[in-house]
């Protein structure tokens, strides 16, 4: 399918939806009504490189979750096509690498669905804004160079490389001699160090804490783009003028970059006014960055109990054991697993089986310090990675847990007064990096099958794994009620 909207203003106005949803093309044409610009869709790449031949397009909005490669390989065309076109891509919530894949293809922005009207609008009318002060009193060269560079900078999703292509493309055209670019949530006082150039972190984290000083009067006071009288705020190598460059967020979060210069250093106006349109890309590629990582966030986190699910196992234990080994520290690793959780499920059900494994997450996280990890393995049981830990030290935590679970009335705590002859308890088993194995599968399967020990054993137990090798059946018991 292919259709035109009753509006058409200028040759680079038109909009291009490519998607095969019907109701999706519908709904967002709906929603650019207000725009008065021509709206193109297509429900194939085919047809939407038809009409982008046909007419230049300044936003071409492609669904890459629904189209899959051939929507990867679209965006590609588009830079041959509509060379002046900003793409913004449609990406599934958990099918996030096909958004950082569109984004280094050159989209200029993402949305995940379902996609919310007012989301919706806002992406597009922020890209329309930056497109708008591209295009105004510029030459077609210098809108294509500051299109390059806004395109470099969003191809960019986490923070530490944004930060650095962003500070470095700044620095060029301001020439600057060094820089810094921070970060800062408004629960936080510290601000976070995405990247230095010119300078070590060290002297850039003394440049934070300067900041953070003058705070509440930097975030009032600053325009977009200011220079700031030395004396205030000085930089490593730059015995002159510091240009800073504010930058609010969508939430309330803020990051200031800051440039130093020459003392006989001057910014010609159009130097200033590219650093401003550059400015809002890069704010709109840190708020995408923000989302990103909170996407990503919560595709680590168990929806019932909001403790990490399987998927950040294998990413927490792997980068720790390795930091572990390099630093020369133990980490002990807990399976825990719920005595006779099956009955709860049978006699009460299945949501006071959820609510009590709840519970059981909240003591769980009290029970271990916050640079440990607690992950819900499935169903009833639970694996705690803890950090700079022993053997002994994993023992004193599991028995916390264990007489925690034992004494703790969690039914009653329900409002389950029948409940009175069914005890909960908890089966753990112990296996510490690098005592008893030195590889993440192995170390879990020793903790496991300790657990699984004083599950058959007794219930209500602590076992601790044996080095690798020794059969099951030679584990030791510890600390049996």
Known sequence: METDSVTAPGIHDAILIVGPDFDLLTRMSDLLADQERLVLTAQDTGGGRQLLERRPCMLVIVDVELLGTAGLEFIQEVRELSPLADVVALAGQGKLASAVHALKLGAADYLTKPVLDEEFQIVIRRRLDLRRLIDENRSLKETVELLSLCREIASHIEFEPLGAT??????????????????????DRVFRIFAVNGMTKKEGKIVADHVAEKDAAFQKSLPIVSWMDVAELRLPNADGPVLLIPLRLEGKEWTLVALGFDPESALPREKKEQIRVLSRQIALSLNNALRYERLRDLAFVDDLTGLYNMRYLDRFADTEMKRASRHGYPVSFLFVDLDFFKQVNDRFGHLVGSRLLISVGQELRNAVRD???????????????????????????????????????????????????????????????????????????????????????????????????????????????
């Not at 500070?167 to 810094?180: P, T």
């Not at 089966?427 to 008893?436: L, N, Q, R």
């Open 166 to 187: 962003a500070l470095r493309i700044l620095m060029s055209i301001a020439a600057a001699k060094s820089g810094v670019v921070l970060f800062r949530e408004d629960h």
């Open 371 to 481: 640079i440990d990890a607690i992950v819900r393995y499935g169903g009833d049981e639970f694996i705690l990675i803890l950090i700079n830990t022993p053997t002994q030290g994993a023992k004193q935590v599991a028995e916390r847990i264990r007489r925690c679970v034992q004494d703790r009335p969690f039914l009653a705590e329900l409002g389950i007064e029948r409940a009175r002859d069914v005890r909960l308890s908890a089966s753990i088993g112990v296996a510490t990096f690098p005592d008893h194995a030195r590889d993440k599968e192995t170390i879990i399967r020793l903790a496991d099958e300790a657990m699984y020990h004083a599950k058959t054993a007794s219930r209500n137990a602590i076992y601790v794994a044996s080095p690798a090798g020794v059969p099951a059946r030679e584990m030791q018991s510890l600390l049996i009620p």
